[in-house]
Nanobody
């Protein structure tokens, strides 16, 4: 499956952004989708994931209550709505996919990755 992430940009602290990730090449609804991020000098970390039907959505503690992951299987797209952004949310955000019946949160278990989109939050 090919993934294309977009929607990043520069925003002030407290602002919002919505990231999108368009998938192609396979049956999108068969895949668990995840968002990860990587800040300069840090390891790539889990942000959120969503099951194929959208009923299970684990989040990293650092974004819980501020970010919302969703998907539209008819449009082969997964979204990450980010509200109340903080400077520490600054990173390159990646979408990822894995064919699984279990919602996975480890980056090592995802085998398809998008190219990343930069999110910069100014203070």
């Amino acid at each position: 499956v090919q993934l294309q992430a977009y929607g990043g940009g520069l925003v002030q602290a407290g602002g919002s952004l919505r990231l999108s990730c368009a998938a192609s090449g396979r049956t999108f609804s068969d895949y668990v989708m995840g968002w990860f991020r990587q800040a300069p000098g840090k390891e790539r970390e889990f942000v959120a994931a969503i099951s194929w039907g959208g009923g299970r959505t684990p989040y990293a503690d650092s974004v819980k209550g501020r970010f919302t992951i969703s998907r539209d299987n008819a449009k082969n797209t997964v979204y990450l709505q980010m509200n109340s952004l903080k400077p520490e949310d600054t990173a390159v955000y990646y979408c990822a996919a894995v064919r699984s019946t279990v919602v996975l949160t480890s980056r090592y278990t995802y085998n398809y990755w998008g190219q990343g989109t930069q999110v910069t939050v100014s203070s």
